[in-house]
């Protein structure tokens, strides 16, 4: 259950983060309209009414690769003469 209602919040922060920042824009086209709704002895009977009609705009990501030339450091490894050898073991 908690799972659950984090994952919500952090959905809800997302689409208000992408709502704030320009990313999705949504517009309303057509209003919502109730059904008629008229009871009789026979029963309850509903007419008419409309959903709402939005137009949703959202930005792109494109990603791509591309060459680059990188500079790196280079590390030189030598192995000590036979002399410091003798002088260590020495000690």
């Given at each position: 259950?908690?799972?659950a209602l ?52 959202t930005g792109?990501?494109k990603v ?28």
């Amino acid at each position: 259950m908690r799972a659950a209602l984090l994952l919500l919040i952090v959905a809800v922060v997302v689409i208000v983060i992408a709502v704030a920042s320009g990313f999705v824009n949504i517009n309303q086209m057509r209003g919502a309209q109730a059904p008629q709704v008229s009871a009789s002895a026979n029963g309850v009977t509903a007419t008419g009414g409309q959903a709402p009609a939005f137009e949703v705009e959202t930005g792109s990501i494109k990603v791509g690769t591309k060459d680059a030339r990188v500079k790196l450091p280079s590390v030189e490894v030598s192995r000590p003469e036979q002399n410091e050898v003798a002088t260590n073991n020495a000690m």
